[in-house]
């Protein structure tokens, strides 16, 4: 059974410097990959997907991933934080074939001035 | 516009009312799912469908029900056989299986349940 652990629950970080948050899977099979956003109060967007195609991922506003296969990790990247991006991301895990999606528990991103 | 809509935005239910939550969505999409979110956890799936008139069971479905009698409507009821109700409720579509893997699911607003 597939499962996403994401090792930080809270991350600050200073504007204008860099973001990682941290993403490790288990799939038996080859999974997909997935980062969501989602502001307070609002649904999930999608900010990038990997599904066995390039393994650096681009996404929106600036985000990237890449999927290290031998570390199992699907690490989310940001060059530089902005105050709106301050919100919870999700690191989720899917297997091929399988429409069913497994979620992290959610990492909240804190930006300050 | 193209989108989901969830409503009511928030909702009180008296312990022992059954409730439903509206889901809709004008995607053209096949599949619709239900997720509960909790507090410090990740969202977990109660019901899905991936085609009108049919849905599964999720990983969370005891005391909730669902209907799929459109393609565009996948509401969902929370009975008073749930222990535990209160929390934010998450709608989502995704195109459907198409042989390719999961495609990306797109999520409504979301509503937010709490029980008196």
């Known amino acids: 059974a597939q499962s996403v652990t994401q090792l930080d629950s809270h991350v600050s970080v200073s504007e204008g410097t860099p973001v990682l948050l941290r993403c490790n899977y288990s799939s038996s099979y080859s999974p997909s990959l997935f980062w969501y956003v989602q502001h307070p109060n609002k649904g999930l967007q999608l900010l990038l997907k990997?599904?066995?195609?390039?393994?650096l991922v681009k996404g929106i506003n600036g985000f990237e991933a890449e999927f290290k296969k031998s570390e199992t990790s699907f690490h989310l990247t940001k060059p530089s934080a902005h105050m709106s991006d301050a919100a919870e991301y999700f690191c989720?895990?899917?297997?091929?074939?399988?429409?069913?999606?497994?979620f992290g528990t959610g990492t909240r991103l804190l930006v300050s001035p | 516009d193209g989108g989901i809509t969830q409503s009511p935005k928030y909702l009180f239910r008296k312990e022992g009312q059954n409730v439903t939550l509206s889901c809709e969505q004008n995607l053209n999409h096949d599949a619709m799912y239900w997720y509960r979110q909790d507090p410090g956890q990740g969202l977990r799936l109660i019901y899905y469908s991936q085609i009108v008139n049919d849905f599964q069971k999720g990983d969370i479905a005891e005391g909730y029900s669902v209907s799929r009698e459109k393609k565009e409507s996948f509401p969902l009821t929370v009975t008073s056989a749930q222990k535990n109700p209160t929390a934010f409720y998450l709608c989502?579509?995704?195109?459907?299986?198409?042989?390719?893997?999961?495609?990306?699911?797109?999520f409504g607003p979301g509503t937010r349940l709490t029980v008196l």
């Open positions: 989720v895990v899917s297997d091929t074939g399988s429409q069913k999606l497994v």
């Open positions: 989502a579509s995704s195109r459907g299986d198409r042989g390719g893997g999961p495609d990306t699911q797109y």
């Open positions: 990997y599904t066995s195609a390039a393994t």
